[in-house]
């Protein structure tokens, strides 16, 4: 099973923002993209973009990036999205979470 590489875009549902280009930039390399943003109307909008310029899979989460709850659901809630919603129905390599684990460590070890 081939491993699919995520990227996790804050701001990006703003349609003329920087973060959009970003997202619509990683969705034609064939990235699956999680649209994080506090504008629901805006990030649903840059999903559908998303699917139909890239092809891949995107989704939005809701996200006040000044919170760290916040920062810390919408982890949770993408790590899940992506490692156990695999089109196959399969589970995707469990190392992706353990590496996500880490990241989240050291994150919280800066931000402390």
């Known amino acids: 099973m081939s491993e699919r590489k995520v990227g996790i875009v804050t701001g990006a549902a703003r349609p003329w923002g920087m973060g959009y280009q970003i997202a619509m930039g990683l969705a034609r390399k064939g990235l699956d993209i999680a649209v994080v943003d506090?504008?629901?109307d805006w990030g649903a909008q840059t999903v559908a973009d998303l699917k139909r310029e890239g092809g891949g899979r995107a989704i939005f989460v809701k996200t006040d990036i000044t919170k760290r709850a916040d920062v810390a659901a919408m982890a949770e809630r993408v790590l899940f999205l992506?490692?156990?919603?695999e089109p196959t129905g399969?589970?995707?390599n469990p190392l992706s979470r353990s590496c996500f684990t880490k990241t989240r460590e050291q994150l919280q070890s800066t931000t402390t």
């Open 38 to 40: 506090v504008r629901e």
């Open 90 to 92: 399969r589970r995707r």
């Open 82 to 85: 992506i490692t156990i919603s």
